[in-house]
């Protein structure tokens, strides 16, 4: 666990490690690839992370506050892969995030398309999660539990099949 970053509104708190994707993606585009893509400790790093969150502790990162980072991000990402050990492993799934953070989702193959809409369909579900469990209604989250279980599954079973 990385050290708690206040969000905005005092809506609580979140912890960037938490948010691998995210935080990488601005982590990236502040200080490009040099490093392990999932040190946020920098202080350039931690106040663009801190600038980019919303005080929505059940969607602290959204897209609209990635999207400006994206292209640097994207452009740091292709120049260190191949060659960089842990971007390798990263950037079969979060290069199709950047290009569609970035508007260049013409360039996304079939596949990377249906891998991101299985990503949103879970942040979906992981939202309705937790909106149910705020108010209470444990059946309505436990039904939306069993539902992303069926689609983390094929998701997975997807990203295998690529070898991602």
């Known amino acids: 666990m990385s050290e708690l970053l206040e969000l905005p509104d005092g809506a609580g708190a979140v912890d960037p490690a938490a948010h691998g994707f995210a935080c990488g993606a601005i982590r990236l585009a502040v200080v490009g690839a040099e490093g392990h893509p999932l ?15 919303a005080p929505d502790p059940l969607d602290p990162f959204p897209a609209d506050a990635l999207r400006p980072f994206a292209p640097a991000a ?32 013409a360039e996304l193959t079939g596949e990377e398309a249906v891998i991101l809409r299985f990503e949103e369909r879970l942040r979906e579900l992981e939202r309705g ?30 990203l295998a099949a690529r070898g991602g």
């Open 74 to 105: 994207l452009a740091a990402l292709d120049a260190a892969v191949p060659g960089h050990p842990e971007l390798d492993r990263l950037a079969p799934i979060w290069r199709p995030r950047l290009l569609a953070l970035a508007g260049r989702q």
């Open 129 to 158: 999660m937790g909106e149910a469990q705020a108010a209470g209604d444990e059946d309505r989250r436990e039904a939306l539990h069993a539902k992303y279980i069926e689609v983390g599954t094929t998701y997975a079973g997807r």
């Open 39 to 53: 040190d946020f400790s920098a202080d350039p790093v931690r106040a663009a992370i801190a600038g980019a969150l």
